[in-house]
């Protein structure tokens, strides 16, 4: 609305009405511009980079594929068997499969990351943050679905001959479907559970 | 008072070799006692002299008779180093603490999975916010410094610290946690410089190490008083404790307190990272006390394993602290619990920081039991491992697991001939 036009308004009123909205409006951008002024922006190639923090959506995953056949040959030619045993099983590192039984319920099993996780994304981004120990980041995009796809076949999550992705791997259905506590909602000087008096 | 306890240490242990001498045969209590006391000093020099060096003058030493120590938590059953060369859980020596401040060079050490130490070169490390803000910022650790600053008091605990019947000295029962005077940047201060949108609800914190530790963090915790951290005690942080730079969160469990800080991604819900998979519970209410830590205390003087040396007084002193806020009170019973006492406070109690107490007591030289519990300024108060059990509506006995960061009540045994041990043994 130019001046012009907002001074042919009859109501005063109105126009009082209008100025102060835009005041309002204009306030927040005001009190949100930088104060200090020091530092720089970080390119977007750079945060791409750097934004290894997979979420359950899969949003920052990279493209590539994935199959459990060539995650087992990684599995040796990567050294992960050196550390992690045979089929993730007799190593020194942590197991990476369970030695029970498909019917004991996954609570009830060990604390094996590619079964209790609720997201096959957290086994994709751990592999990719956290593998092979010394040469943490060396691994591309096709290699760490093709050792996610590994971990998750041989816990029974998925077939042998899934090809996973950047699509299907956030769908994925994990043992411990929804049976997990979820967050609550943090509130400031409160006690650390509700109704808890410890 | 560490040094008087050390010579009653050295001197008891002096005394118990006369004792056991071939030439000396029983000795009267009120005799030993005599000899307990070195020579009063006359004009002579009495100690050797220790030379001015280089490494003197550029950087402080202790003195070689204080040997206080962290050792290899065994947490899980996983050695520090272990068969990898990764540093998984220390533990502080909380039995000869005094004040509240731990010495860097003690303060407990705990990592991600297992850890090497990243050896960072402060000037090539950045800190960048991005996600949900209006502009992301990347900043030098000399960045960092030009912001105005905050200096406080803060302990920080891992999740672990568990005390059970098979421990001996509070550094096994109680030693993952420290405290330490820490100098940074308010968050909030950067995340306003950032221009926070109206969507963030959580925050992830990334570490730089090899495995690049993330946590999920509340955004109202965030903005009310997250520090990011540059100093510790003084100083630049210790490698071990994340230089050169880290966030501390509050009394919230030790792994938030994300080390080597590269990243700070705003986003509009809980990230489930690998260390949420390590907190997962399959009730919500048993993860909501993985979060911010209950009211807690121990008395570290007289604790497991060390000696009384006979009846009289001493004071009973310890630490207690909350990740609820500031701690309100911390009473001490010397008769297995039937008791309590109000204890002083040796230093003002400020919010998630270790406060020292002190509690003066006569012992009789009868066996009994010592124990102290606390209550925090938002009303919450330190249980029984009994209390626990009973809120949750589960059996008791001895090998029960407190849910959560494990802050119930921990006693001491004081035999007759003054030795003190683990009470849940």
Request: charged content about 20%; aromatic content about 8%; overall charge positive.
């Amino acid at each position: 609305m130019g001046l012009r036009k907002m001074l042919e308004v009859r109501n005063p009123l109105k126009v009082v009405t209008i100025l102060l909205l835009g005041s309002v409006v204009g306030s927040p951008a005001i009190a949100q511009s930088p104060t200090y002024g020091v530092g720089r922006t970080p390119t977007a190639e750079e945060l791409g980079r750097m934004d290894i923090a997979i979420g359950a959506t899969g949003e920052e995953l990279p493209s590539g594929t994935g199959t459990a056949k060539e995650g087992a040959q990684l599995y040796l030619t990567k050294g992960c068997i050196g550390c992690h045993g045979a089929e993730g099983l007799g190593g020194l590192a942590p197991a990476l499969q369970s030695k029970q039984g498909a019917d004991v319920p996954v609570w009830k099993k060990e604390r094996i990351l590619p079964l209790r996780s609720p997201y096959a994304t957290v086994v994709w981004d751990f592999i990719h943050r956290g593998m092979p120990l010394g040469l943490e980041g060396t691994l591309t995009p096709n290699e760490v679905y093709s050792l996610t796809a590994y971990l998750l076949f041989l816990n029974h999550v998925i077939p042998e001959d899934q090809v996973l992705d950047k699509q299907n791997l956030p769908t994925i259905k994990m043992p411990i479907g929804d049976e997990f506590g979820k967050p609550h909602e943090f509130k400031l000087n409160a006690p650390r559970l509700k109704g808890y008096p410890y | 008072m560490d040094s008087k306890r050390n010579s009653r240490r050295e001197l008891l242990k002096f005394g118990v070799a006369l004792a056991g001498g071939a030439t000396v045969a029983l000795r009267g209590k009120a005799q030993a006692q005599e000899h307990n006391h070195p020579a009063t000093p006359g004009p002579e020099n009495a100690s050797p002299m220790i030379h001015g060096s280089k490494e003197q003058i550029e950087y402080g030493q202790r003195s070689k008779y204080v040997t206080s120590v962290r050792m290899a938590h065994p947490m899980g059953g996983r050695a520090s180093p272990d068969v990898f060369g990764k540093v998984f859980h220390v533990a502080t020596p909380l039995q000869d603490s005094v004040g509240v401040i731990t010495p860097s060079s003690l303060h407990y050490v705990a990592t991600t999975r297992g850890s090497y130490l990243p050896d960072i070169d402060p000037q090539q490390h950045t800190l960048t916010l991005h996600g949900l803000v209006d502009r992301p910022l990347t900043l030098t650790v000399d960045d960092l410094k030009r912001f105005p600053s905050v200096t406080r008091l803060h302990f920080l605990e891992c999740a672990g610290n568990r005390h059970d019947g098979q421990q001996k000295t509070v550094q096994e029962t109680h030693g993952m946690t420290s405290c330490s005077e820490w100098t940074g940047v308010l968050l909030s201060t950067l995340l306003k410089e950032c221009g926070l949108k109206g969507s963030a609800k959580w925050f992830v914190a990334e570490g730089a190490e090899e495995v690049k530790g993330a946590s999920s963090i509340p955004i109202a915790k965030g903005m009310d008083d997250c520090l990011i951290a540059y100093g510790q005690n003084g100083e630049p942080l210790r490698p071990q404790q994340g230089f050169p730079v880290r966030i501390m969160v509050p009394g919230f469990e030790g792994i938030y307190h994300t080390k080597f800080l590269r990243r700070i991604k705003v986003v509009d819900r809980f990230y489930m990272n690998y260390n949420e998979f390590g907190h997962l519970r399959p009730e919500a209410k048993e993860l909501a006390l993985g979060e911010q830590i209950g009211p807690k205390s121990v008395i570290t003087y007289p604790s497991g394993s060390q000696q009384l040396s006979g009846p009289g007084f001493y004071e009973i002193s310890g630490l207690a602290w909350s990740g609820g806020g500031a701690v309100k009170t911390v009473e001490v019973s010397t008769d297995g619990g039937k008791k309590w006492n109000r204890t002083q406070f040796k230093n003002t109690p400020q919010r998630m920081a270790h406060v020292r107490f002190g509690y003066e007591w006569r012992w009789d030289g009868s066996e009994t039991e010592i124990l102290s519990r606390c209550t925090d300024e938002i009303g919450q108060r330190q249980p029984m491992r009994e209390e626990i059990a009973n809120w949750w509506k589960v059996p008791f006995d001895r090998n029960y697991r407190v849910p959560g960061l494990d802050n119930s009540v921990m006693p001491w045994k004081i035999a007759r001939d003054g030795s003190v041990t683990n009470g849940l043994a």
